[in-house]
């Protein structure tokens, strides 16, 4: 599959799993999910394998946690995509605060759109605002085969 058939495949996922519940650390599609039980569910509808989660993670783990473990894990299984290059499908992920460690993670769905699992709500597609453009922090793109 090519790079942007994945990120197509990818963005129809994602769009599937809009209303799923919010439930911390859960990836059941119309079940519950959090924002990176929805990028496990894409994963694992794209490549039929699951993504072990290391631990277990406390809802403040990124104020806690030493280092970038989000971007270190999308590193290690997914490719760097340089922002001004992000496509529809993409993996965007987040800082809520300068200095914290990336928490947050979204799909891109259009340049001006992206679908998040977000506490308190369902999966949903948000506008891509300004206050979510400075909070990015990496951008990746779902392995092609």
Do not use: N
């Amino acid at each position: 599959m090519s790079r942007e058939a994945t990120r197509a495949r990818a963005l129809a996922i994602a769009e599937d799993w809009i209303g799923t519940p919010y439930r911390h650390q859960a990836s059941r599609r119309q079940v519950g999910c959090d924002c990176l039980g929805l990028v496990i569910g894409i994963w694992r509808a794209l490549y039929g394998e699951r993504i072990a989660v290391r631990c277990a993670y406390a809802p403040d783990w990124a104020e806690t946690a030493p280092g970038e473990p989000l971007l270190d894990a999308l590193r290690d299984r997914c490719d760097p995509v340089v922002p001004g290059e992000m496509r529809p499908g993409d993996i965007l992920a987040f800082r809520w605060q300068a200095g914290a460690a990336a928490k947050h993670l979204a799909i891109l769905a259009a340049p001006d759109r992206i679908i998040h699992a977000y506490e308190g709500h369902a999966v949903m597609a948000s506008a891509f605002v300004p206050g979510w453009r400075r909070r990015l922090a990496g951008v990746f793109a779902f392995p092609h085969h």
